[in-house]
C-alpha cells in the first residue's frame, strides 16, 4: 500500500465541470505537493502547501491537517486541463524528500 | 533560459552498456533531486544531493551512481543497464533550509534498454 493514496485513479470530464481530485497520506507531513504532468511527458508544480487552501486561476488546493488528506478542484474545467495530476508528501526533515501518489489521469472533453 | 535542463531526452541502447544522462540548473538552487517514473507513471526519488553532499540515496541498485561536479549539476551514471532500467528519469531541484520549497522538474529523460 502506498503512502500517499490519489483518487480517482481516472476521470472523464466534459468541459465546464468542476472537478476534484482527493489525496490522503498516511503519517503526518510537513507539506504537500501537487504536480501536473502533461501527455508531453513535463511536470510541473502547481501548489505547495502546509495548511489551509491556496488558488491559482482556476485551480484550488486546500489541505486538512487533522484528516491527513488534501483536495486539488478545477473549476470551469477546459480540454487542456487534461494531463495527469500527482500529489507528493513531504514528510519533513532536513532532505525534502518527496513520497509520491499514483496519479490521477484527467481527460476533459469538449 | 531553460531552468532545469536534461540530456538527453531519449536514450535507446542494449542491455550491459554504460550510459549517463546530465542535468544542468540554472535557478541557483542548492539541492538537486534524480527520479524515475515507471510504466505507470508513478515517480519515485532515487537520490538528492545538497551542495554537492549526497543526502538522500534509496534503495537503488549501486549501478546507478549520481555525481555532482557542483552545485548546478547532478549526472546520473548507469552501469551494466538492465530492461528493467527502462524507465523516464526526471531531475529537478529546489532551494534548501528548513523551510519546505517548490521543486522544479526537467524535461525528463527516456530510457529505453533492448
Keep these: 500500500k502506498n503512502e500517499v493514496e490519489q483518487s480517482p485513479q481516472n476521470l472523464t470530464a466534459q468541459e465546464g465541470e468542476f472537478i476534484t481530485i482527493n489525496c490522503s497520506y498516511s503519517v503526518g507531513i510537513s507539506a504537500l505537493h501537487w504536480l501536473q504532468q502533461h501527455p508531453g511527458g513535463g511536470i510541473v508544480s502547481l501548489f505547495m502547501l502546509s495548511s489551509g487552501k491556496k488558488k491559482h486561476g482556476r485551480l484550488i488546493a486546500t489541505i486538512n491537517i487533522q484528516e491527513k488528506h488534501s483536495s486539488l478542484h478545477i473549476t470551469a474545467s477546459h480540454p487542456r486541463d487534461s494531463a495527469v495530476y500527482i500529489c507528493a508528501a513531504n514528510y519533513g526533515g532536513a532532505t525534502n524528500k518527496l513520497i509520491f501518489g499514483t496519479g490521477t489521469l484527467l481527460a476533459v472533453q469538449p | ?114
Design chain 2, 1 to 114: 533560459d531553460t531552468a532545469v535542463s536534461q540530456t538527453p531526452k531519449y536514450l535507446v541502447t542494449q542491455m550491459g552498456n554504460d550510459k549517463s544522462i546530465k542535468c544542468e540548473q540554472n535557478l541557483g538552487h542548492d539541492t538537486m533531486y534524480w527520479y524515475k517514473q515507471d510504466s505507470k507513471k508513478f515517480l519515485k526519488i532515487m537520490f538528492s544531493y545538497n551542495n554537492k553532499e549526497l543526502i538522500i540515496n534509496e534503495t537503488v541498485p549501486n549501478r546507478f551512481s549520481p555525481k555532482s561536479p557542483d552545485k548546478a549539476h547532478l549526472n546520473l551514471h548507469i552501469n551494466s543497464l538492465e530492461l528493467g532500467d527502462s524507465a523516464v528519469y526526471f531531475c529537478a531541484s529546489s532551494q534548501a533550509g528548513t523551510r519546505h520549497y517548490e521543486q522544479y522538474f526537467g524535461p525528463g529523460t527516456r530510457l529505453t534498454v533492448t
